[in-house]
């Protein structure tokens, strides 16, 4: 049974261009998260979705983020423009329900680097 | 979300049982304990939970006393792969906006 896939793995962009990071649910998991993790920091919520919907996206930054989970395919979360201050590592966790502390699985993250 | 407190690192060595104490003195009454494990280059991993008293699972025991405002993790003989950080959280068993503090760094030695 995979668990949460992530790709890619490593990411690096030169400011301004746009980074696409992808994240495959467990199977039978509809509700997906991504999180932010700065260096040295703890992991930051960003946003939750369902199939085709944004429940929550309270942590977004409000410009060049954007995030979507269509009806087949990967959740996708999309940076444009990118900057410096961009460069993270960027988890997507999944639950079959609107899951809270005990039930998010988290994939091996993307780590984007922005040059 | 209740803020917690909790040593950035601590070093022990194979064979050793490792305490990492979480506090949380403003912990709410519908709040529960979380510990996550997160390896390098790995997402964080759920690795026990608890209200009250005492919790224990195959890989650690969770300790909480009865005013709450704390938590102890036990890593019963740890071993070189338990080298990790620590994260505790705190908050609703429903909320799904995890909050990760800076963790604790273990770091295990031969």
């Known amino acids: 049974n995979a668990g949460v896939m992530q790709n890619p793995r490593h990411l690096v962009r030169r400011r301004g261009q746009e980074a696409r990071l992808r994240c495959s649910p467990m199977k039978g998991h509809s509700h997906v998260y991504w999180y932010r993790q700065l260096p040295e920091e703890g992991l930051k919520f960003m946003v939750y979705l369902q199939k085709e919907n944004i429940i929550d996206e309270s942590g977004m930054p409000k410009e060049r983020f954007s995030a979507e989970f269509p009806k087949e395919g990967p959740s996708i979360l999309r940076i444009q423009q990118v900057v410096r201050g961009d460069s993270a590592a960027y988890f997507c966790?999944?639950?079959?329900?609107?899951?809270?502390?005990?039930?998010?699985?988290f994939g091996p993250g993307t780590r984007l680097l922005v040059l | 979300l209740a803020k917690t407190t909790q040593p950035i690192s601590m070093d022990s060595y194979e064979g050793q049982e490792v305490n990492i104490t979480c506090s949380h003195n403003n912990i709410a009454t519908n709040d529960y304990i979380t510990w996550y494990q997160q390896f390098p280059s790995q997402g964080p991993r759920f690795i026990i939970q608890g209200y009250k008293t005492k919790v224990t699972n195959e890989v650690a025991s969770l300790f909480i006393p009865a005013d709450r405002k704390s938590s102890t993790l036990s890593l019963p003989r740890v071993s070189l792969s338990d080298t990790a950080v620590y994260y505790c959280l705190v908050g609703d068993i429903r909320d799904y906006k995890l909050s990760f503090g800076a963790g604790t760094t273990v770091t295990v030695r031969a």
């Open positions: 966790a999944s639950s079959p329900d609107s899951g809270g502390q005990e039930t998010q699985y």
